[in-house]
Every structure is written in structure tokens, then in C-alpha cells.
């Protein structure tokens, strides 16, 4: 019986799959409920330092579990469930510790949504990313239309919304959308390296880089740098500053705690 959303922690990295490769990882409220416990779970876990964010079966995620949004009967049912959904990717987003997503197949409608909630995206060679509702008569309601034109110029993100055509990875790695392509059947591995690479920093830093880049983007210059100084000044006084000058010296990796 599928678990719908699996939680594996190995190596200081939580890699979390969606796991409804019958139903091509579509995301219905299930999936929705256990995402949101999963990373309530590992919020405050110090042995998880990075998220890994995947699919099994052969494509990432499919999008909205169509068959459970056919059943609604109101629309305040599909608005609680958007609802719902886009408070799990919000949780995501603002995730104290960096997350990757790790893309094969596609990603497509609140699947690539979930993908644009992530800090970093690995995709395979010839994966397709796009948000199809346009031809649905709807729109993305989970995040999609605005945090894809936070991710790539204006006019690219219109065009893939209001014509719900997607592209494909080497594209959107052009664009910017995407950190790293993988060759086929490589994205987890590679997603795992590249999460792995940021557990070794310190995890008060992480989080205050993460706040820093995702609320300063929407300040004037002047205020984000004052945001800037503050954290900074903060960050100065923990022991893992110290940790890390020390390293620095003594010419040997930092080991960081949090504090």
C-alpha cells in the first residue's frame, strides 16, 4: 500500500518522495497532510541539516490530484484545499534549513509549484516543468503565479501560465529556473550531493541567508541592507562564528552545531 509521502534521513539529509508513482505523485490532500507533518517533524531536528524533495516512479509529480478535486461539490472545498496546499509549500518555502528538489519526468501544475517552493532546483535532461491550468479553464492556485515570475523574466513566466505550455529542462536551466541538469536517472544523486555540500555550513547562517534573500528581494536596497547589518551583527556572536574563524585558522572543516 503506498505510504503516499516517504521521510528518509541519512547522511544530515532528510529526502522526502512523494510516493504515488500509480497516480503519477499527484497531490491530493493526503499528501498534503503528510508533507505538512513531515516538516513540522524535522523543523527542529539538529540531525537534519538539508531537505531533498523527490518523486518515485517515473516522473516527479503529475500536479492536484484531478479525482479529488472532481469530487468537490462547492467551491469553499476547493478553496480549503488550496488553502491548505499552499500553507504546506509556504511552510516549505520558509524552512529554516535549504532545500533541493530533485526532478525527473515532469512537473507538472502543483507539482512544479512544489518544485518552485524549494531554494534549489537539479533537473534531468529532457524533464519538462510546466503549469497546465490555462487549458483546464483555471489558473495555479498554490504559489504558481507568483513565485514563478520571482524565478524567471516576466514575459517567459506569462507565456508558460496563459498558455499552460511547458518547457523543457535545458531551457529552464538556461533561464535560470533550474541549478543544476542531471543526466537521466542522476537527479536524486546529484540533488543529494548538492544538499549534502550545504550541510556542512552553519545552520544559524542557513537560515538567517534564507530569510535575508527571500524577504530582502521584496525591501528598497536601503532597508535590506539594514536588514543585512542586523542579521549579520547577530550571527557574530554565536560559537559557531567562532567555530568557523578557529577553522579557518587552524585550516581544518568547521564543525558547526547551531549555536
Given at each position: 500500500?503506498?505510504?503516499?509521502l516517504?521521510?528518509?534521513l541519512r547522511?544530515r539529509?532528510?529526502?522526502?518522495?512523494l510516493?504515488?508513482?500509480?497516480r503519477l505523485?499527484?497531490?491530493?490532500?493526503?499528501?498534503?497532510r503528510?508533507?505538512?507533518?513531515?516538516l513540522?517533524?524535522?523543523?527542529d531536528?539538529?540531525?537534519?541539516?538539508?531537505?531533498?524533495?523527490t518523486?518515485a516512479?517515473?516522473?516527479?509529480?503529475?500536479?492536484?490530484?484531478?479525482g479529488?478535486i472532481?469530487s468537490?461539490t462547492?467551491p469553499?472545498?476547493?478553496?480549503?484545499?488550496?488553502?491548505?496546499?499552499?500553507?504546506?509549500?509556504a511552510?516549505?518555502?520558509?524552512?529554516?534549513?535549504p532545500?533541493?528538489?530533485a526532478?525527473h519526468?515532469?512537473a507538472?501544475?502543483?507539482?512544479?509549484?512544489?518544485v518552485?517552493?524549494?531554494d534549489?532546483?537539479v533537473?534531468?535532461r529532457g524533464a519538462?516543468l510546466g503549469l497546465?491550468?490555462?487549458?483546464?479553464g483555471?489558473?495555479?492556485?498554490?504559489?504558481?503565479?507568483?513565485?514563478?515570475?520571482?524565478?524567471?523574466p516576466?514575459?517567459?513566466?506569462?507565456?508558460?501560465?496563459?498558455?499552460?505550455?511547458?518547457i523543457?529542462?535545458?531551457?529552464?536551466?538556461q533561464?535560470?529556473l533550474?541549478?543544476?541538469?542531471?543526466?537521466?536517472?542522476?537527479a536524486l544523486?546529484?540533488a543529494?550531493?548538492?544538499a549534502?555540500?550545504?550541510?556542512?555550513g552553519a545552520?544559524?547562517a542557513?537560515a538567517a541567508g534564507?530569510r535575508?534573500?527571500?524577504?530582502?528581494?521584496g525591501?528598497?536596497l536601503?532597508?535590506?541592507?539594514?536588514?543585512?547589518?542586523?542579521?549579520?551583527?547577530?550571527?557574530?556572536?554565536t560559537?559557531?562564528?567562532?567555530?568557523?574563524?578557529?577553522?579557518?585558522?587552524?585550516?581544518?572543516p568547521?564543525e558547526?552545531r547551531?549555536v
Amino acid at each position: 500500500m503506498s505510504t503516499v509521502l516517504r521521510v528518509e534521513l541519512r547522511d544530515r539529509l532528510a529526502v522526502l518522495t512523494l510516493d504515488r508513482p500509480e497516480r503519477l505523485n499527484a497531490v491530493g490532500s493526503e499528501t498534503v497532510r503528510r508533507l505538512t507533518e513531515a516538516l513540522e517533524g524535522i523543523r527542529d531536528d539538529d540531525d537534519v541539516r538539508a531537505l531533498v524533495v523527490t518523486g518515485a516512479g517515473r516522473a516527479f509529480s503529475a500536479g492536484a490530484d484531478l479525482g479529488e478535486i472532481e469530487s468537490f461539490t462547492a467551491p469553499g472545498q476547493f478553496r480549503d484545499f488550496v488553502g491548505r496546499l499552499t500553507e504546506a509549500y509556504a511552510l516549505l518555502e520558509d524552512f529554516p534549513k535549504p532545500s533541493v528538489a530533485a526532478v525527473h519526468g515532469f512537473a507538472f501544475g502543483g507539482g512544479l509549484e512544489l518544485v518552485l517552493a524549494c531554494d534549489l532546483r537539479v533537473v534531468e535532461r529532457g524533464a519538462r516543468l510546466g503549469l497546465p491550468e490555462m487549458k483546464l479553464g483555471v489558473l495555479p492556485g498554490a504559489g504558481g503565479t507568483q513565485r514563478l515570475p520571482r524565478l524567471l523574466p516576466p514575459a517567459i513566466a506569462k507565456q508558460m501560465i496563459l498558455s499552460g505550455e511547458p518547457i523543457e529542462a535545458e531551457r529552464a536551466w538556461q533561464l535560470g529556473l533550474v541549478n543544476e541538469l542531471a543526466e537521466p536517472g542522476g537527479a536524486l544523486a546529484a540533488a543529494e550531493k548538492l544538499a549534502g555540500g550545504l550541510t556542512a555550513g552553519a545552520p544559524l547562517a542557513l537560515a538567517a541567508g534564507k530569510r535575508l534573500i527571500d524577504y530582502g528581494v521584496g525591501m528598497d536596497l536601503g532597508s535590506a541592507i539594514a536588514y543585512e547589518r542586523e542579521t549579520v551583527t547577530v550571527l557574530f556572536s554565536t560559537e559557531d562564528r567562532a567555530e568557523g574563524l578557529n577553522a579557518f585558522r587552524e585550516r581544518r572543516p568547521g564543525e558547526f552545531r547551531g549555536v
